[in-house]
């Protein structure tokens, strides 16, 4: 049965979405289906689907989906593309927006008073796993430190890229990761600045992750490499994130641009993966 919906394309710093809004119409999406809308060359394509429904408890619940259809637990891009959809589509104007997600409840704003039209995202507290623990990933030993923004991320410091190329997709299954995980490669370039490149856990390499870049501004606290007082930038492929962590609730803020790349039609029941 042809089930057609209204979607728009969002991009944070290239980090990009495909969101459909169910707060009037229900939406159940499979596994296949989010896959399929994902496929850059047979469907729309994006880094992941997000998709808006009623919530009990905050403004809207937001769902996410990975590239490969698995469920996230939380996205700080897709958290903040969903913000500036409901300020400029759906009216909110400025105002906060609380969202339900599977990592709990978390606030955004969007400012329209800068030109680049800033989203700044209330992440909740870190939680470490471990600081500078050390993995075997086959011959290899690296060294990191793991943090959950809600959902998991191992940042490496210091490690060539063409390593963190050839390892970041086993890393990522390790069976110290029970869920998988998301791996950053990080390297301070000035005082509290970091260059980051992202291996996200479904989505393989993306242009910026923005739970990476918050455990990225973590995992340098703990670890010594910039100062508990000061917002950190985050440079990644697609752009800048910036993250401050508060020291009293130590609650980590992340601020950055997100924007609607363009909206349309599909049937979602087509959206099916190709066979292999």
């Given at each position: ?8 394309k ?34 729309i ?92 990933v ?56 970091f ?15 923005g ?11 703990v ?31 992340l ?22």
């Amino acid at each position: 049965m042809i089930e057609t919906r209204r979607f728009w394309k969002y991009n944070g710093l290239g980090n990009d979405f495909i969101l459909f809004d169910a707060t009037k119409e229900g939406l159940c999406l499979s596994e296949g289906a989010a896959r399929g809308l994902c496929d850059r060359r047979r469907g729309i394509g994006a880094d992941g689907v997000l998709v808006l429904s009623p919530s009990a408890c905050a403004d809207v619940r937001l769902t996410i989906f990975n590239a490969d259809g698995s469920e996230a637990e939380m996205c700080g891009n897709g958290l903040r593309c969903a913000a500036r959809f409901l300020d400029e589509v759906k009216g909110a104007r400025g105002r906060a927006l609380v969202f339900e997600t599977r990592a709990g409840p978390r606030t955004c704003r969007v400012d329209r008073e800068v030109a680049r039209c800033l989203v700044t995202a209330g992440m909740g507290a870190p939680t470490i796993q471990f600081v500078r623990g050390q993995i075997e990933v086959g011959e290899r030993a690296v060294t990191g430190t793991a943090v959950s923004m809600g959902n998991p991320h191992l940042v490496l410091f210091d490690l060539p890229a063409e390593d963190f190329a050839t390892l970041a997709s086993r890393i990522e299954r390790h069976a110290a990761f029970p869920n998988r995980t998301n791996i950053e490669c990080a390297c301070a370039i000035g005082p509290n600045i970091f260059e980051v490149l992202v291996w996200e856990r479904g989505c393989g390499f993306t242009e910026a992750c923005g739970t990476g870049a918050c455990a990225v501004a973590v995992a340098a606290r703990v670890e010594g490499r910039a100062a508990m007082d000061a917002e950190v930038e985050l440079r990644l492929p697609g752009g800048s994130l910036f993250v401050r962590v508060d020291d009293e609730s130590n609650e980590v803020v992340l601020r950055g641009e997100a924007a609607l790349v363009f909206e349309g039609s599909i049937d979602v029941s087509s959206a099916t993966p190709p066979s292999r």
